[in-house]
C-alpha cells in the first residue's frame, strides 16, 4: 500500500504547524518552498483552517484568486502520478466545504458529486493508495449527515451514505505511516466532537495527538471542547487555560468557549468578559447570537433586568441564525424573562458537570409551581442529571415524563428524552422498545436541534438493523 505522497522534510513541518494552527509560524516556512502540488495543499488547507475558525472573508476571498494558480502547479504532475489524482480530489472536496459553509448546499453537494466520483473512479483502479482515504473517509461521512431536507439531492445524484465506511477510513489513514495521519486523526475527532455526538471519543482522539504535539493550539482548543461536551466543566477550563494568551487572540472560538465554561460555572463576570472578547474578534456571524444571549442571560441570572433586556435587544437584531445555538438562542430571547432562575441554573450547572449544584438548583424548584414548558423542562433536567451520572434506572421515568409533557410541542426537551431513552434501551439490549423511541426522537419537528437529532436518530437506528 502506498504509504506516501513523497513530501520532503521541510512539507511535512509546515504541514504540522498549520494543523497546530501555528500559522504565523508556518508562513515563512510556506514562502520557502518552490511552486508544487504539495505547496498548493498547504496553503489550500492553511486558508480553509483560517475560514472556518475566523470566518473573515478574506481568506475565502484568497482562496478563490488563487485557486487557478493552485490548480496549474497540480495539473504539472504527470497522470500517472497518483498524488495528482488525490490533490485535485481534494481541493474539489474543498471547494465543496466553502460552498456549504456558505450556505449553497446544493451547489456544494454537486461538487461533493464530482470529488467522490473522481476518487471512485480512482480507488476502482487502485485501492491502494492510502491518501485517497482522507477525501473518501470525509465525503462518506458528510454523506451520511446530509440533513433530511436534501436528501433528495443526494438521491438525485446517486450518492449513498456510509458513516460507518468513513470512520474505518479516516482511522486506518491515523494508523498508518502517512503524512496526513495527524491530519486524519484531527478530522476523525472533529466529527466525533461534533455531528456524531461522542465527545468521549474525541477527547480520546484529541489527547492522542497532544501527547504527540503540545503546543498544538487547535489540538488543546478541540480537546477542551470535547470535555465541555462530555460534562467536565473543570478539566475543560484547566485545558483550555493552557492556551497561550497570543494564540488565544489568533483563535476567537477559545474565547466563546471560555465564555461557556465561566457561564456553567456560574462566574457570571468572567462569562461575560470573554463573550465580550469573542463578539470584539471574531469577523463572522456564526454564534455571536449566541454569545449576546448568554450575555444576557448571565445578567438575567443576577436579577439585573435592564442589562438583561439591553443584551437580548442587541442579540435580537442579529440576523443570521444558522448555527444550532443561535437558532436555540432565537427561542431563548423569546421567553427569557419568564425562565425559572433554578432551571435555567440547573441546565447550566449540568452542562459544566457540576452535579450537586445542579441538584441543589431543581430542590429549589417547585413542580407544583410550574406548568408548561416548565414542567416538562424541570422532569427533563432532573433526568439528565440522574442519566449523566450514571443512574439510568432513575432517567427513565422523568424522561417518560417529559416526553409525555412535549407531545405535540415543537420543545427539543421531547425529541431529545426520545433519543436518550432509546440509548438506554439499546444499551438495555430492548431492540424494539430502542427502535420506537428513536422514530419518536425524530417524529418531533420545528425543533432548534433537529437536524442533530434526527441525524443521531437514524444513525442510531441503522445501528440497531446491522446489529
Same mark, same amino acid.
Given at each position: 500500500m502506498q504509504t506516501d505522497l513523497g513530501w520532503q522534510p521541510s512539507v511535512v513541518a509546515t504541514h504540522e504547524l498549520i494543523l497546530q494552527y501555528r500559522l504565523s509560524e508556518a508562513k515563512p516556512l510556506l514562502a520557502t518552498l518552490p511552486s508544487s502540488a504539495e505547496k498548493a495543499y498547504l496553503l489550500n488547507l492553511s486558508d480553509f483552517l483560517q475560514m472556518i475558525y475566523t470566518e473573515d472573508d478574506s481568506f475565502y476571498e484568497n482562496y478563490l484568486s488563487n485557486l487557478h494558480e493552485r490548480r496549474t502547479w497540480i495539473e504539472e504532475l504527470s497522470d500517472g502520478d497518483a498524488g495528482k489524482a488525490f490533490y485535485l480530489a481534494d481541493m474539489k472536496l474543498q471547494e465543496a466545504l466553502f460552498k456549504i459553509k456558505f450556505g449553497d448546499y446544493l451547489s456544494g453537494l454537486y461538487s461533493l458529486m464530482q470529488a467522490h466520483n473522481q476518487i471512485d473512479e480512482l480507488q476502482n483502479r487502485d485501492d491502494k493508495i492510502l491518501p485517497f482515504l482522507k477525501s473518501s473517509g470525509v465525503i462518506n461521512i458528510l454523506i451520511g449527515l446530509t440533513p433530511e431536507k436534501y436528501e433528495w439531492a443526494i438521491r438525485l445524484i446517486g450518492l449513498q451514505s456510509d458513516i460507518a465506511r468513513g %470512520? =474505518?477510513?479516516?482511522t486506518r489513514l491515523s494508523s498508518s505511516n502517512s503524512p496526513l495521519a495527524d491530519e486524519a486523526l484531527i478530522i476523525l475527532g472533529y466529527f466525533y466532537a461534533y455531528p456524531l455526538h461522542e465527545p468521549v471519543k474525541a477527547s480520546a482522539l484529541f489527547s492522542q495527538i497532544l501527547e504527540k504535539q503540545p503546543n498544538s493550539t487547535? &489540538?488543546?482548543?478541540?480537546?477542551?471542547? &470535547?470535555l465541555n461536551k462530555a460534562h467536565k466543566g473543570e478539566q475543560a477550563l484547566t485545558t483550555l487555560s493552557k492556551i497561550s494568551a497570543d494564540q488565544q487572540k489568533k483563535l476567537a472560538p477559545v474565547y466563546y468557549l471560555f465564555g461557556d465554561l465561566y457561564l456553567e460555572k456560574m462566574d457570571m463576570a468572567k462569562a461575560r468578559e470573554y463573550y465580550a472578547m469573542f463578539i470584539q474578534s471574531c469577523n463572522g456571524e456564526s454564534f455571536k447570537k449566541d454569545a449576546m444571549s448568554k450575555i444576557a442571560a448571565s445578567y438575567y441570572l443576577e436579577n439585573d433586568t435592564p442589562s438583561a433586556n439591553s443584551w437580548s435587544e442587541k442579540a435580537a437584531k442579529m440576523q443570521r441564525s444558522t448555527t444550532e445555538p443561535d437558532r436555540n438562542a432565537d427561542v431563548f430571547l423569546t421567553e427569557m424573562n419568564q425562565y425559572p432562575i433554578p432551571l435555567l441554573k440547573a441546565r447550566l450547572l449540568t452542562d459544566g458537570g457540576y452535579w450537586k449544584e445542579a441538584q441543589g438548583q431543581l430542590s429549589v424548584a417547585k413542580p407544583s409551581e410550574l406548568d408548561g414548558k416548565w414542567l416538562c423542562e424541570y422532569y427533563y433536567r432532573l433526568a439528565r442529571l440522574y442519566h449523566l451520572q450514571g443512574e439510568n434506572f =432513575?432517567? %427513565?421515568?422523568?424522561? +417518560? +415524563?417529559a416526553l409525555k409533557l412535549s407531545e405535540r410541542q415543537p420543545w427539543y426537551m421531547g425529541a431529545n428524552a426520545a433519543l436518550q431513552l432509546g440509548l438506554i434501551m439499546k444499551n438495555a439490549g430492548k431492540a424494539k422498545e430502542a427502535k420506537w423511541y428513536f422514530e419518536k426522537a425524530m417524529a418531533f419537528d420545528n425543533h432548534p436541534y433537529k437536524a442533530s437529532i434526527d441525524s443521531s436518530a437514524e444513525r442510531e437506528l441503522a445501528r440497531l438493523t446491522s446489529d
Open positions: %470512520i =474505518e477510513q479516516l487547535l &489540538s488543546r482548543f478541540m480537546l477542551a471542547t &470535547s =432513575e432517567a %427513565i421515568p422523568h424522561y +417518560q +415524563q
